[in-house]
């Protein structure tokens, strides 16, 4: 009753909107990072033979219809049963003309499926507020039918990022533009490590988590504890402001329909009114008793949070006694590395000593070898020096031939010359 009336007047509030702010705004959805991020399961769904999602900019009525595709709940679970082949409800149904009754069927399914899928696959508790599916369902255009489907969005995705195909899911957001891998990297942040969202069923080993851990996790434990007495007591206020409107309306409805059957009426609605107030009642009486056990948890909680406490203190000492015996052993394992790194030393000296006086003994051998051929260069040297006196002297030698061979010539031609002219004289006598 609460959510259709939250609908109609949300409804009623959209249709006031203008048609410029409502474009604007899904364009703007729409190119945010979740929705980029969903738009890339379009080309593997079906085999990647038809595009089911087809992004185009060429106005509000391409990019209504883009949303209204998304919203109407088929391609969403389409991407949920790849995510977990597994779904309760095999039934998917085809939304063609935009119908708000299959459009709340739809969501539906995956809202249930998603819920599942993190209870008994992930082991994990959703303690953030389902998405309303009538309101999203009903009225997706408003502002809070925007902020439904962001929630839904965000809970497909961590679904996506935990599941046993995550590393192929990974692997398509690092195929995003940078910006949008970061904004999607902190959705994933959000949905994954904030206690306020989700709680893992997976309760750790205390006696390995700190004090602060513990601390943090029971504190998150008694907000949560605070936050559904909370929910409880509104509940049960709206409980009772609607069973008071509902008998001031049966009233109203019994006084005009006539005074005949006024008192057969008002008598079954009061006995249908009690029955509502003793079930209210007895759900009052569960939730107390709820609260009260859980209350004796938190007790039971603390009281094994301060045996802990006491645990961890004398695993502390224990753990500083034998860190000083680790250092102590570390010192002496030091020394016998020296002592051992000595000895290894010693016995690769000693095989050296040995091959240098294998080499000392060559070293004599060769020493009375280098001798003697110090002996040969010497005589060799006085060799070369006298024969280079010998080359001198003949050289001297070949230079005064050579003086004596021009002398002679010159005597020939001399001669030449006189008996040349002997032969004249002899002539003119």
């Not at 989700?198 to 434990?221: A, C, K, R, T």
């Not at 006491?310 to 016998?336: C, H, M, P, S």
Request: charged residues 30%; negative net charge.
């Amino acid at each position: 009753m609460e959510h259709y009336s939250r609908s109609v007047s949300t409804r009623r509030r959209s249709i006031l909107k203008s048609d410029s702010q409502l474009s604007h705004k899904l364009q703007l959805f729409m190119a945010s990072p979740l929705a980029n991020w969903v738009k890339t399961f379009d080309s593997s769904l079906d085999g990647g033979n038809t595009q089911y999602m087809e992004v185009k900019t060429g106005g509000r009525r391409d990019c209504q219809a883009d949303y209204l595709k998304l919203v109407d709940g088929v391609f969403l679970n389409k991407v949920m049963r790849q995510i977990d082949p597994n779904p309760q409800s095999e039934r998917i149904y085809r939304n063609e003309s935009n119908d708000e009754v299959l459009r709340v069927q739809n969501l539906t399914i995956l809202v249930q499926h998603i819920k599942t899928f993190y209870q008994e696959d992930l082991q994990q508790l959703v303690l953030m507020t389902l998405p309303n599916v009538q309101l999203l369902g009903r009225d997706p255009l408003s502002d809070e039918g925007l902020q439904e489907f962001e929630k839904l969005l965000l809970m497909l995705l961590g679904c996506a990022v935990q599941c046993e195909r995550k590393e192929e899911f990974i692997g398509q957001i690092q195929a995003l533009d940078l910006d949008t891998q970061v904004s999607v990297a902190s959705h994933i942040q959000e949905i994954t490590q904030n206690q306020q969202n989700v709680l893992s069923l997976h309760w750790p080993d205390f006696s390995s988590s700190s004090l602060e851990d513990l601390h943090q996790l029971f504190q998150n434990m008694a907000d949560h504890l605070k936050d559904l007495a909370n929910q409880r007591d509104e509940n049960l206020e709206r409980i009772a402001e609607m069973i008071q409107e509902r008998e001031v309306w049966q009233m109203q409805h019994v006084f005009g329909t006539g005074e005949g059957t006024t008192c057969h009426r008002a008598t079954e609605n009061r006995q249908h009114l009690t029955v509502q107030l003793a079930d209210c009642k007895s759900k009052l009486r569960r939730l107390r008793q709820e609260l009260e056990e859980k209350c004796e948890e938190v007790q039971d909680s603390k009281q094994e949070l301060e045996e802990l406490q006491l645990e961890w203190k004398r695993i502390q000492k224990q753990n500083r006694e034998l860190v000083v015996e680790a250092r102590a052993i570390k010192t002496y394992r030091d020394e016998v590395d020296v002592l051992r790194e000595k000895a290894t030393r010693v016995d690769r000296l000693q095989s050296e000593v040995k091959a240098y006086k294998e080499r000392l003994n060559s070293i004599e051998f060769y020493r009375g070898k280098l001798e003697e051929e110090r002996e040969y260069s010497r005589a060799l040297l006085e060799t070369k020096a006298m024969l280079e006196e010998q080359l001198e002297a003949a050289r001297s030698r070949c230079d005064k031939l050579h003086e004596l061979e021009k002398e002679n010539l010159m005597l020939r031609v001399g001669l030449q010359d006189f008996e040349m002219e002997r032969e004249a004289d002899r002539q003119r006598i």
